[in-house]
Nanobody, 122 residues
């Protein structure tokens, strides 16, 4: 069974940084593209970043471009999302998901983590 576990969320002040991790168990992460999604209170879940199986291709939503960086370490079976210059609009539950292609479309991903809360507040 494919399992993804997100970690690294928490409370951070505006302008601060966090690094989220997405760890896989029960399967080899290198065989999958990974997407990061988030859902803010009262809003639909949105795709914010994705990375190809090799890590050679990445993509970002306009809302996080230039502030967030996705990366992967296939040897550690882990994908990361480095988030810098956070603002209150980044407050959401963040999810990682595994799929066949690197997109930011929910339907392209079949396995999801449980999510980790990120709160940006002073």
């Amino acid at each position: 069974q494919l399992q993804l576990v997100e970690s690294g969320g928490g409370l951070v002040q505006p302008g601060g940084s966090l690094r989220l991790s997405c760890a896989a168990s029960g399967f080899t992460l290198a065989y999958y593209a990974i997407g990061w999604f988030r859902q803010a209170p009262g809003k639909e879940r949105e795709g914010i970043s994705c990375i190809s199986k090799s890590g050679g291709s990445t993509n970002y939503a306009d809302s996080v471009k230039g502030r967030f960086t996705i990366s992967r370490d296939n040897a550690k079976n882990t994908v990361y999302l480095q988030m810098n210059n956070l603002n209150p609009e980044d407050t959401a539950v963040y999810y990682c998901a595994a799929g066949g292609v690197a997109t930011m479309i929910e339907a392209d991903f079949g396995s999801w983590g449980q999510g980790t809360q990120v709160t940006v507040s002073s």
